[in-house]
């Protein structure tokens, strides 16, 4: 018989082999989570009673010491038999969609900047989640899943946009989605995943926002711009996009569209390693310090690199932004930390 994990009041069976953050999410009981890779410790839970197995939970992640206090990574943990688990100073009655497994058919593959792919999948079967999560697709041939963010409004919820950037020698990336893919294929993983997301319609203030993202860590953000402008048209929204040159750009038709039908969205492209008199020079984080005296009553969004969204952070605090407000979501590609 399986283990069952209990929190708050709710019991759930773990099977051999899922995390404990898996076990709940598919259960539809919430709890944070944010990498699932066990590098950010954002699931970090307290184990109450049982005995669990920390897996490949990292010490830089979860000491030594954390583990004798009985700390664990829920992405990375598995319960040995019953286990009660408490959330550390989270709010357990947050609402969630259901984990899923997902199954689907490649609908298009498109070269949209320099090493960037737009990847479109037709789902067999609709899923629910809030702009800005984020799939895991399990890459052909391996047991191996990757991470995308959505690029997606929770309503386009049978066709699901993904943008990849190339990451040389990359299992996924460029092995997979830059090698061997073509339309037709068919793809499997599950989802959705991650806390950085659009809040429920009801708990939406409509609130100034200001959004930052590098790269391909644009994808998330679109789709949380998109629907906190269908949400409160009048809404003041600042969306920098920082990139290293013009031809790492793309979805530029999509920003002026925006900002054509809302008078309160504006569009900031940002290059770091290039000068071009159409665009601003230097680090999107910088440019939002010369742009916006203060951010009281704003919310933050951050996706990116770590040290882009680390001084995303800094950035927003010194403008006086409420920290509660700051969302951020680090991309650091899984294949770079099996290197690590």
Request: a negative charge; proline letters at 6%; aromatic letters at 6%.
């Amino acid at each position: 018989m399986a283990p069952a994990i209990s929190v708050a009041g709710r019991r759930v069976e773990c099977l051999e082999n899922q995390s404990i953050l898996e076990a709940l999410l598919r259960a539809g009981v919430w709890m944070p989570n944010s990498c699932n890779q066990g590098t950010c410790g954002t699931c970090k839970l307290q184990v109450l009673s049982g005995e669990i197995d920390h897996r490949d939970s990292p010490q830089e992640t979860l000491s030594s010491q954390e583990r004798t206090q009985g700390l664990a990574l829920a992405c990375q943990a598995r319960p040995l038999r019953d286990t009660e688990v408490a959330l550390r100073g989270a709010d357990e009655t947050r609402s969630t969609h259901v984990l899923h497994d997902l199954a689907g058919t490649v609908a298009k593959v498109e070269e949209i900047a320099r090493d960037t792919r737009r990847i479109l999948i037709d789902l067999d079967e609709a899923l629910e989640f809030y702009a800005g999560q984020y799939i895991e697709l399990t890459v052909p041939g391996t047991t191996e899943r990757r991470q995308y963010s959505l690029a997606n409004i929770a309503d386009e919820n049978t066709v699901l946009e993904l943008h990849v950037r190339r990451v040389p020698g990359g299992l996924a990336s460029d092995k997979w989605l830059f090698g061997t893919v073509a339309a037709g294929d068919r793809v499997e993983g599950l989802g959705p995943l991650g806390d950085f997301h659009v809040p429920p319609t009801e708990e939406d203030a409509g609130e100034p926002m200001v959004l930052i993202g590098g790269g391909t860590g644009l994808a998330p953000l679109v789709g949380i711009v998109r629907t906190a402008l269908a949400r409160h048209p009048s809404r003041e929204v600042v969306l920098y996009h920082g990139v290293r040159g013009q031809s790492d750009l793309y979805d530029g038709g999509v920003f002026a569209e925006l900002e054509a039908t809302y008078a309160g969205f504006r569009f900031v492209p940002v290059l770091s390693d290039e000068t071009s008199p159409e665009h601003r020079n230097g680090f999107p984080t910088d440019a939002f310090l010369e742009d916006i005296a203060s951010c009281r009553g704003w919310s933050g969004w951050l996706c990116g690199p770590p040290p882009m969204v680390e001084a995303g952070v800094k950035a927003f605090k010194r403008r006086r932004m409420t920290p509660r407000l700051i969302h951020r979501e680090k991309f650091t590609p899984a294949d770079a930390l099996a290197r690590a």
